[in-house]
């Protein structure tokens, strides 16, 4: 599908969504959240509903409906000490969770123990709590992409997004990442995301991240973009979350939020003839093309 074109640009535009994830996860990861959205050139964010701080965001996301946001959706709990689980009982769910009840922390164990009528049970469940509290999600997408451990659970979340009539985040890039052979479990009538630029821990370690930040926006290509970021503040909630763990840990997470909060990027997107799109643009055409 040529987005640029049905979104109205030529097909030399530069289309972008700078996307936030885990919001939800912590006080911390909500309030640089809303930071960056609210000050910055963040365009997007998406919601773990089983976390412990999803009600604050969900509170937010009603009283601001014009920022894109959508389900995060959740099945490993990768921190060492903060742990959380589904939102079914787990007498409903026991594949799902180790032996105290929470997700699995690695995609590995989701992969090895998870059925797929349980993955499809949690995640419609997801759907349905922040339906009920009364968000009206832009999107789906899937924490640390395990919806990609195996092409049952891949194939889940595609029927969820037809299923509630929303795009879901496709991406080669992270299916690959994960494992998952893109060829075979993609379609040509997918929409799918041309590029994400998602930072690496190596860039991390090098002191490099932000400076990769900024060549993402110097050097984008035509085509739809997402920059995926996780931003956070490096407080002392955010450190004991992600202890032992700095693989998008508190000190990478502010990183993400000075980054895109700064006055450098906003002028960036100027400079680099960059239009920011949104989900919601999105839903428009794919809703549009579902009717011929």
Known sequence: MNLPKKLGFSEETKLLIIHADDAGLSHSE???????????????????????????????????????????????????TYKFGPVLPVSEVPTL????????????????????????????AQIEKALKFGLKPTHLDSHMYSVATKPEFFQIYKDLGEKYDLPVLLSRQLMEMVGLNSNLNLEEKDLQIKEIHL??????????????????LDNLTPGLNVILIHPAFDNFEMKGISVN????????????????????????LKKNNIQLVTWRDINKIRQTNSLH
Request: charged letters at 25%; hydrophobic letters at 30%.
């Open 199 to 216: 930072g690496r821990f190596d860039l991390f370690e090098q002191g490099k991240l932000q400076d990769y930040y900024k060549n993402s």
């Open 30 to 80: 909500n309030m640089a959240t809303i930071d960056s959205l609210q000050k910055g050139i963040v365009n997007s964010y998406s919601i773990m509903v089983p976390c412990p701080w999803f009600y604050e965001i969900a509170i937010f996301a009603k009283n601001n409906p014009k920022f894109d946001n959508g389900v995060h959706l959740t099945l490993t709990s990768e921190w060492e």
């Open 245 to 268: 763990h700095p693989n998008f840990g508190s000190e990478w997470r502010q990183i993400d939020f000075d980054t895109f909060t700064s006055d450098y990027c906003k002028s960036q």
């Open 97 to 124: 969770v180790d032996e105290n009840g929470y997700f699995y922390k690695s995609r590995e164990e989701l992969r090895k123990y998870a059925s797929a009528e349980e993955v499809k049970k949690e995640l419609t």
